[in-house]
């Protein structure tokens, strides 16, 4: 069947797909939830989520990096990317050879249209609409004033990293009912000098779990060079846009908490 991904691209996709592989930790963790165990045949090393996956399916390398050889020696009738988590080059060569389903998520509700577009494709269509459904749920209970902090919200550290407005995690970061300090509209994940940081003056500066490990000792160094409040994070309920979405509410409500917001 022909579709258009959320790319934009016509893809001619099975209609029963039984060898998929995932090159998105995020939407691995989908597929798990989805039930699709027997028929996802090939993950990423980033896909940790469910961890009986990480360590018995096939990995094809890194999100960023794959090993076209393994893919090959795993012949898929299906492979499902992300248009900011893999490289255009990689994605050339292997829409070349299979079918490749391409999402592209920078908002909560793009990443509901993801996980039913998924379901849609691999038969599981009742199941993703059910966890979309339950997910809305959650962020309807949620919902909250917001509290006029200003986050600076950092992922990579040598340079330092902080989330623009036009990305999924922006989105995360309003839902949770804080303001995004970096207010360029097309900005992704801009480079910043200490004293770009310092000029920023956030209320709150938040170190992601990931993709850079900050930790207890980044936020001490954070706090005693910078003089501002820093506060580490979990990355994934900020950023990954599949079924872990569901726990994502609770999360910021008792980040607020702890923040006494």
Request: with cysteine; proline share 6%; glycine share 4%.
């Amino acid at each position: 069947m022909n579709l258009t991904d959320q790319f934009g691209r016509n893809v001619e996709v099975p209609k029963d797909p039984q060898r998929i592989i995932s090159l998105v930790p995020s939407q691995t963790e989908l597929l798990a939830d989805l039930h699709l165990d027997s028929r996802v045949v090939g993950i990423t090393r980033f896909c940790e989520r469910p961890r009986e996956w990480f360590y018995r399916k096939a990995r094809v390398g890194g999100t960023k990096d794959v090993d076209i050889e393994r893919i090959n020696a795993l012949k898929p009738d299906l492979i499902i990317g992300n248009a900011e988590e893999n490289t255009k080059p990689i994605i050339s060569k292997l829409e070349q050879l299979y079918p490749v389903w391409m999402s592209d998520v920078k908002t909560l509700e793009q990443a509901y249209e993801m996980m039913e577009q998924i379901g849609f494709i691999t038969t599981r269509a009742d199941s993703a609409t059910d966890w979309v459904h339950r997910i809305r749920e959650q962020f309807e209970i949620f919902k909250t004033p917001k509290t006029g902090d200003r986050i600076l919200y950092l992922i990579w550290q040598d340079p330092w990293m902080a989330v623009g407005r036009d990305t999924f995690i922006h989105d995360m970061i309003e839902k949770a009912g804080f303001e995004n300090c970096i207010t360029e509209p097309d900005s992704r994940y801009p480079t910043l000098t200490e004293v770009e940081i310092a000029n920023y003056n956030p209320d709150w500066v938040f170190l992601s779990s990931e993709p850079y490990p900050f930790n207890e000792k980044h936020l001490g160094e954070f706090e005693q060079n910078l003089h501002l409040q820093a506060k580490l994070v979990d990355g994934g309920m900020f950023s990954w846009y599949g079924t872990r979405l569901y726990h994502s509410p609770n999360y910021f409500a008792q980040l607020r908490r702890e923040l006494k917001l």
